[in-house]
Structure formats: structure tokens, C-alpha cells
């Protein structure tokens, strides 16, 4: 405890999963005040024509009472 399984286009490189995996876990240790020892990542490649269907249809709307931040597909100008 805890898991963190994050879906994601297969675009991800290696080096930006490991750079999150480090984030999650900090972010983890110092707001849970678990320690790094007991927490595990997972990253899971979804291809970008069954996003939709298989992560935001099924796991996002579907499962939405545990969803705790919503996507807003259509803020396409939004600046990161």
C-alpha cells in the first residue's frame, strides 16, 4: 500500500516513466508518511484509438465515484 497504476499513450519514454515514478513516490513518503518500501508503480501503455473507449469510457466515466481529478478533452489550448 499504496499502488499507483497510470494508463498512458505509448509515447511515454522510459526516462520520463522513471522521472514520475520518482514524483509519485516522493509525493507519496511525505503526504501518506508511508514508507518508499511499500509502494509500488505501475505504467501501462494504451494506444491512442482505444483510449477512449477502454480507459475513459470503462475506467473514467464508468468507474467516476473513485475518479478523483476529471480530464477536460475538449481544453485543447490549454498551456503546460
Request: proline fraction near 8%.
Amino acid at each position: 500500500m499504496p499502488h499507483i497504476n497510470m494508463k498512458h499513450f505509448p509515447s511515454l519514454t522510459d526516462s520520463q516513466r522513471d522521472r514520475l515514478s520518482e514524483l509519485f513516490v516522493e509525493a507519496i513518503v511525505n503526504v501518506v508518511k508511508c514508507p518508499r518500501s511499500a509502494i509500488s508503480v505501475a505504467f501501462k501503455p494504451v494506444a491512442p484509438e482505444i483510449w477512449m473507449t477502454d480507459v475513459y469510457e470503462k475506467e473514467i466515466l464508468g468507474e467516476n465515484a473513485f475518479i478523483h481529478t476529471f480530464p477536460d478533452y475538449n481544453a485543447t489550448n490549454e498551456t503546460v
